[in-house]
């Protein structure tokens, strides 16, 4: 599985930004999608998951009810819709892919492939 990320870029604290990452190489709806992010000198967190249909989502507490994840099946693409951005929302955010398409997963560890990281800095 090859994953495209794309999106991110420069954003006032409050404002919204939707990154985007396109996969290619797996049938879509076999796989189970997730975003991470890093910010500087700390490690990779977990940010977002989805299962292959949509309908099952989690997050991390510190984006909930601000960040959305969602999946167009039909184009290959996960979404990560983010708002009321926050200065410590700042960091490169990973999209990952795993083989098993069932269940939201939080656990890096569980993920196979991995994009690039698209970066989001969020200024005040």
């Known amino acids: 599985v090859q994953l495209q990320a794309s999106g991110g870029g420069l954003v006032q604290a409050g404002g919204s930004l939707r990154l985007s990452c396109a996969a290619s190489?797996?049938?879509?709806?076999?796989?189970?999608m997730g975003w991470f992010r890093q910010a500087p000198g700390k490690e990779r967190e977990f940010v977002a998951a989805?299962?292959?249909?949509?309908?099952?989502?989690t997050y991390a507490e510190s984006v909930n009810g601000r960040f959305s994840i969602s999946r167009d099946n039909a184009k290959n693409t996960v979404f990560l819709q983010m708002n009321s951005l926050k200065l410590e929302d700042t960091a490169i955010y990973f999209c990952?892919?795993?083989?098993?398409?069932?269940?939201?997963?939080?656990?890096?560890?569980?993920?196979?492939?991995w994009g690039q990281g698209t970066l989001v800095t969020v200024s005040s």
């Open positions: 990952a892919a795993r083989d098993q398409r069932s269940g939201a997963v939080r656990v890096d560890s569980e993920y196979a492939y």
């Open positions: 989805v299962n292959w249909s949509g309908l099952v989502t």
């Open positions: 190489g797996r049938t879509f709806s076999t796989i189970g």
